[in-house]
């Protein structure tokens, strides 16, 4: 295991036990955003009422998710209910919903603003008109008196500053220390009606899962006849697109796949550094000494030349004796073999023999047979080791 991925792997473990700290640690953050998302179950997201919307609307009730303005290009319809809960439409699409209207629809509008001009034209201006903490939603109708929302959690304070002689006042905000103020009203417009609530806090998740403000929804939206509804929810039901969705929504994974993207950005910055150009392998000059000895050694066999072979592996014996063991070797006599045995710890009888051998090979006159030089070879270099 190298030095780079030991380092690698402590990094790695470092921020995996920072993670386990951080998730364990973690505490559950309540996302209070004023969303108004079908889909999010966060406390003003709609994913509660978007489920109860088909029984409320009794089967009769269908969601768009094109804008106003594209779909009434694409499509003629009968007398029906427009739905608008809180989103985003454009001027176009606003003047296509006061066409319908004039037509003979009713449309409800559950928005806290909408462009001037437009609430103009249905008869009424609205504003911020409180910023108390707690305020209680009512409808001004008798049969509805006993029905009400208390809202204890960021209510917006919309309502309407002027209404129109035409406009007929449902629903208002009570408040202690303020005047009660009109938040839900009627206007005739041409053949139809507007119906606009200026706090769509009502329908979120939170207070819908309270107990009996769900009385307080079906009375609002009991005021439509019932007729197909068309709810527009452009931008609130498609889905995401990101191919990433499905791993970013779960925390796990998503953990995961941070710390995958780290650990590949510590790669790749630990990596980036020039790295020493590969060193070429050189190999090593061949001994070609060793390949003459060895092709004149076969000369001499080819020859024959026992009896010179024997004379030189003499002399190169003696000459090592000479440079290494300090002994004189110019005579082969009895001392001499005394003094070879006491430095090499050979046998006596050996030297004696490998003395013999070499005088000859020395003597220009001996017969020498290959045995002979095979035997004295191996004394040498024997006594040699």
Avoid: C
Avoid at 61 to 83: G, V
Avoid at 200 to 219: A, E, R, S
């Amino acid at each position: 295991m190298n030095k780079t991925f030991k380092i690698y792997a402590l990094i790695f473990i470092i921020i995996l036990v920072i993670l386990a700290l951080l998730e364990v640690n973690k505490k559950e953050v309540t996302d209070w955003r004023k969303n108004f998302d079908v889909n999010q179950k966060s406390p003003f997201g709609l994913f509660i009422f978007n489920g109860e919307a088909k029984h409320l609307f009794k089967n009769n009730l269908k969601k768009i998710e094109q804008s106003p303005f594209e779909f009434y290009n694409q499509h003629k319809k009968e007398k029906h209910n427009i739905l608008v809960v809180e989103s985003e439409i454009d001027t176009e699409s606003w003047y296509r919903i006061m066409d319908e209207v004039s037509k003979g629809s009713d449309a409800m509008l559950i928005v806290s603003n909408i462009p001037k001009e437009i609430s103009d034209s249905i008869g009424y201006y609205d504003s911020t008109v409180s910023f108390e903490e707690q305020n209680v939603l009512k409808l001004t109708d008798k049969k509805f008196q006993n029905d009400f929302i208390k809202l204890d959690k960021f209510p917006s304070g919309r309502g309407f500053t002027y209404i129109k002689p035409n406009v007929e006042v449902l629903g208002k905000t009570v408040e202690k220390n303020n005047p009660e103020q009109a938040n839900f009203i009627k206007a005739k417009f041409g053949k139809g009606n507007f119906y606009v609530h200026s706090e769509p806090l009502f329908i979120t998740n939170y207070y819908l899962l309270k107990p009996g403000n769900i009385k307080y929804v079906q009375d609002v939206f009991s005021y439509l006849d019932d007729k197909e509804t068309l709810w527009f929810v452009e931008g609130k039901t498609s889905e995401s697109q990101f191919f990433m969705r499905f791993i970013l929504s779960k925390p796990a994974l998503k953990y995961a796949w941070w710390v995958f993207l780290g650990g590949l950005l510590l790669f790749i910055f630990f990596n980036a550094k020039r790295k020493q150009r590969i060193v070429p392998v050189i190999e090593p000059l061949k001994n070609t000494s060793v390949d003459f000895v060895k092709s004149i050694g076969n000369l001499y066999l080819q020859e024959g030349d026992f009896h010179d072979m024997m004379a030189k592996k003499a002399q190169y014996f003696l000459n090592k004796v000479r440079m290494d063991l300090l002994i004189d070797t110019q005579h082969l006599d009895e001392e001499f073999s005394k003094k070879l045995q006491l430095k090499t710890g050979k046998p006596i009888e050996m030297i004696h023999e490998a003395i013999a051998l070499i005088k000859k090979g020395q003597d220009p006159y001996a017969s020498v047979m290959k045995e002979d030089l095979e035997k004295m070879n191996k004394l040498l270099d024997e006594i040699l080791k």
